[in-house]
């Protein structure tokens, strides 16, 4: 299939352009040079204003620039708070603690310590394997096909990416891959499969520390785990002494409708790896939650210079007390995946009966079947003022990503121009070619 002409780069981009890496990414789909922001509006150096229906790559759940964080932020700083302490005790930790318990762990019944290592969710995943591992005196995982937990080499190896597993040109070994919940169709118990291998012993499966996968998988193509998978996986990992992580980096902090993507479902994960809108602000910060009894690390153990952020801490802690001590803000999430499924089965449904609605919550797409057909919607997108991205192992799926704050207004514009850029791509010449 033909893809649509690329638009061209304005001028301001030049110096990127000679003094960055290759190795940049979405600046290539948004040829743009950005200035300001706020909730779900970027606007570039010529004054031209963008709806971000892509927010970080989930990143920025609450918008850019939340005025009560940026209001807390500016007055720490302003007030010589801590910047950087490595992992000793601040005010700035001690509140973020008390507040993630009292407002987002005691209230679903969850009894989790929290670990603070390097500030990205890579990192987030490396401490849980490594834990799991320690724990468990075993080696290898479970991890499951189109899952993303991030490129550094530990976290790759439980990827699915072929292109980003190439890059390693390392071996990416003590995993083992099981088809994700549907993967086979709706005919195969993908959850059965994985315990009937580990049951036999010649299965050609060792015996796993760790369960580890995503209840959404963002980066693979909005495949969602349904409820009952979930809970046999919890069994699996209880019955062979494995421990289930879930990685909850991009479908946490409310992007799945509740705060954490695995509620819906009743289980109780040993290890949750959390990151990306954890700091509610865009910046960085990761954690994990594990289990008081799989706490074994000694000091030292696992370790790092950025092991919490405390600016972070603090607009982290303000994102908890303004969108988590009631149930209002959930609420209004609620309307707002009510209005993205209706939008986007009408725009899927128009489309043709070969595309169809994927995912859950605010992190939801529609798969077209193919990556140029995608690009191309995107890039007709970005034209009218739109920055989202696509999905999926070939880049089939384009993926609504928008802040779980954006206004009703600003949502229904971008939506808008989402079925704006379908019918334009849909109905030009290049989008019937034989491929």
């Known amino acids: 299939m033909t893809k649509l002409t690329t638009t061209p780069a304005k001028p301001g981009v030049a110096t990127f352009s000679r003094l960055e890496s290759k190795v940049r990414s979405y600046c290539r789909s948004f040829p743009t040079v950005f200035k300001t922001a706020r909730n779900a509006v970027l606007t570039d150096q010529d004054g031209r204003d963008y709806i971000d229906f892509l927010a970080g790559c989930a990143s920025l759940n609450y918008g850019h620039n939340d005025p009560d964080m940026k209001a807390a932020l500016v007055e720490y700083i302003a007030s010589d708070g801590v910047t950087h302490g490595l992992d000793m005790f601040t005010e700035a930790k001690e509140t973020f603690l008390r507040t993630f318990d009292e407002v987002i762990l005691k209230p679903r019944g969850l009894d989790y310590r929290m670990m603070f290592q390097g500030p990205t969710g890579a990192n987030a995943v490396e401490a849980a394997l490594k834990l799991a591992r320690k724990k468990t005196g075993r080696d290898n995982v479970i991890a499951f096909t189109n899952g993303y937990h991030g490129v550094t080499v530990g976290a790759l190896s439980a990827t699915g990416n072929g292109g980003q597993r190439a890059a390693a040109r390392s071996q990416l070994s003590s995993v083992s891959r099981m088809p994700y919940d549907g993967f086979h169709g709706d005919g195969v118990d993908s959850a059965q499969m994985l315990d009937d291998m580990l049951r036999d012993t010649s299965s050609g499966i060792d015996a796993p520390a760790a369960i580890l996968l995503e209840c959404i998988q963002g980066e693979g193509g909005l495949n969602v785990a349904s409820k009952p998978f979930l809970q046999k996986l919890e069994e699996i990992a209880r019955k062979h002494d494995a421990l289930l992580i879930i990685d909850d980096i991009q479908a946490g902090c409310g992007r799945s409708g509740d705060f954490f993507a695995f509620e819906f479902a009743g289980i109780k994960p040993d290890i949750v790896t959390m990151a990306k809108s954890l700091s509610g602000y865009g910046l960085p910060f990761s954690m994990i939650l594990m289990k008081p009894e ?125 079925a704006e850029s379908f019918e334009a791509v849909l109905r030009a010449p290049q989008a019937i070619a034989a491929e």
């Open 294 to 418: 799989h706490d074994v690390f000694g000091p030292a153990e696992h370790n790092g210079t950025f092991r919490g952020n405390n600016h972070a801490f603090v607009t982290a802690t303000a994102a908890l007390e303004k969108f988590w001590r009631t149930d209002v803000f959930q609420k209004s999430v609620e309307e707002r995946v009510a209005y993205l499924t209706e939008r986007l089965s009408g725009i899927a449904a128009k489309a043709g009966e070969d595309f169809r609605l994927k995912g859950r919550g605010m992190m939801q797409g529609i798969d077209t079947g193919s990556g140029e057909l995608a690009s191309a919607i995107c890039e007709a997108g970005f034209e009218r003022g739109l920055i989202i991205e696509t999905s999926g192992s070939s880049n089939e799926i384009v993926k609504v990503l928008a802040p779980l704050t954006i206004e009703m207004e600003t949502f229904e514009k971008g939506l808008d121009i989402l």
